[in-house]
């Protein structure tokens, strides 16, 4: 559904509209939202900060020139993004490092840099050689916070299910992550 | 406050990159979106609310506005006096006419006395001839006093001719000659009784109200014991319908693992000591006093926290004050930083439950019981140091 149908829909329905423009950009605002947050903050969290971000766009949404509705939408869900960062770092009192604020001049160990790109690149690539639902499991809970119950909802299995079988594919993971050994691999 | 099991939260770019690319977020999120649109409809809200009394302050100038006129106001009032006076007599008329006998009692002046003849020929032409004298001279609008006390008085005498079937056809002429083709006659009718009454309860019914929102009523009523005794979900749920936000026990025993400490954060504004002003919130940082803790009522403070004394020690620290920044967003785009001064309450479980099953539980409502409190802010873990 492009803009103009979105906008359209609204003049005639306006929940039924705004439930469209919500559906349309949700994954959207919620990949800014998450990669801003996700390492200081639940999935709960971003959620917040996503029905935040579209109360926000609702109220404003007359006020959207046509043609930049994406645009106002991923200025906004940034600006909430960063300000719920800087919320979630001053409770935990938690101070962020260089790699959230790069432009902060830090000094850069690139060989470090290096090694972590590659652990992650390489710790990715086994989850993905789980295969489904493991794959889609595990970046859920692990990557994405997100509780067993709701990962289940998502894969179309049992709450438990998924539980014991994110159990089972962390041991396949670390399996095979000690036959193939990555460098930084010993935090699983 | 994060785990520190596996965790890919804090993969590259390029690998977050990918993986938001393969697992994109497209789960159910309508929950979200029922709150986002709830949140819209309560902000609409409020601005219809301003809209509708502004709306009625303009409505009840217009209102206003020919009382001003002391002609309008003569024209309008004389028809209703007419009305009243005519309806009087009318009413007297039928008095005299059900007491026409000889049972009238002697403080009512008899009506005059009309022959059988009379009566007959009367009755109804001269009925007739009376109402539609009325109803010519209310719906011309310019009855004047003259007019309308010869109607009257011709009733009065007419009156006695049929005195049931005058009645109701007098009756109805009346009701037409207020209700029937002047809508200005009707206004007329309605509005001068509430000059006064009608532009109050309009204002006052348009004045926005803030409802008592009911998930707090019902928070009174969950007792401590009721929430030390409910299931994860149940919380969990609880939380939910009263907008709190909600820590998994799993969260507590990590933040514990960890050394964390738990702060409870309050807007301090609500209990400084009477006669006493000290700046809260300002852009300029070196406004905020942090070592001023004799001007406030620390004790209303921790006791407004409702964490029951028994499971709980709420101590105030050498540095009972902190100061937040926060970002304000303006409509132009332009942020600007504010900073905001906090107490700093740190809270312990009573040492005697470190061993008990509740042991979590009771560092759940930590984080939960103190958000009842219209001025809490925020809970912070720390780890080290203080």
Known sequence: MNENEIRMLICKSQEDGFRNLFQEYQRYVYTIVWDKIKSLGTAEDAEECVSDIFAEVFIHFEDINEGSLKAYIGTIAKRTAIHRYRTLSAKS?????????????????????????????????????????????????????????????SVGLLPITVRVRAARALKRLRKILSDNPIKRGDNL | MKSKRFSLNNADKATSEQIFKDFPTDWDMSKTFHKSYKKYLSAMKTCENISDETAAESMSVEVLQPKRSIIGFVFKIVPIV????????????????????????????????????????????????????????????????TQTAKTTDKKATDTTANPTETVKTEITAETTQVTEPENEETVAVTEPPQETENNI???????????????????????????????????????????????????????????????????????????????????????????????????????????????FTVNVDSTPFMVCSELQFYENGDIKPYFLKLANLSVNVNPEYAESEELYRLYQLINILPQINSNFHSISVQYGGR
């Open chain 2, 201 to 311: 309860p309009e204002t006052t019914q348009t004045v926005p109200t803030t409802e008592p929102s009911l998930p707090n009523e019902e928070n009174k009523t969950v007792a401590f014991e009721e929430l030390l005794a409910m299931a994860d979900d149940e919380l969990m749920k609880y939380c939910e319908d009263n907008s709190y936000s909600f820590t998994s026990q799993e969260q507590i025993r990590n933040e514990l693992k960890s050394g964390g400490k738990f702060f409870i954060r309050i807007k301090p504004e609500q209990y400084l000591i009477d006669g006493i002003d000290d700046i809260c919130v300002s852009e300029n940082i070196s406004d905020i006093k942090q070592y001023n803790a004799h001007e406030y009522d620390f004790d209303k403070m921790i006791a407004e926290l409702n964490l029951p004394e028994k499971y």
């Open chain 2, 82 to 145: 007419g009305c009243t006076a005519l309806f009087v007599f009318m009413f007297k008329g039928m008095f005299f006419s059900d007491n026409g006998n000889d049972d009238t009692p002697d403080t009512v002046d008899k009506p005059p006395v009309v022959s059988e003849a009379d009566r007959s020929n009367s009755a109804e032409t001269k009925v007739s001839a009376s109402t539609t004298e009325l109803i010519s001279s209310t719906t011309e609008t310019k009855s004047t006093e």
């Open chain 1, 93 to 153: 009192g938690y101070i962020a490092d260089s790699d959230e604020f790069p432009d902060i001049p830090d000094e850069v160990d690139i060989q470090k840099e290096f090694e972590e790109k590659e652990y992650y690149k390489k710790l990715y690539q086994c989850i993905l050689s789980l295969g489904e639902p493991d794959s889609s499991i595990i970046i859920q809970k692990y990557f994405y916070n997100r509780k067993s119950a709701d990962i289940a909802e």
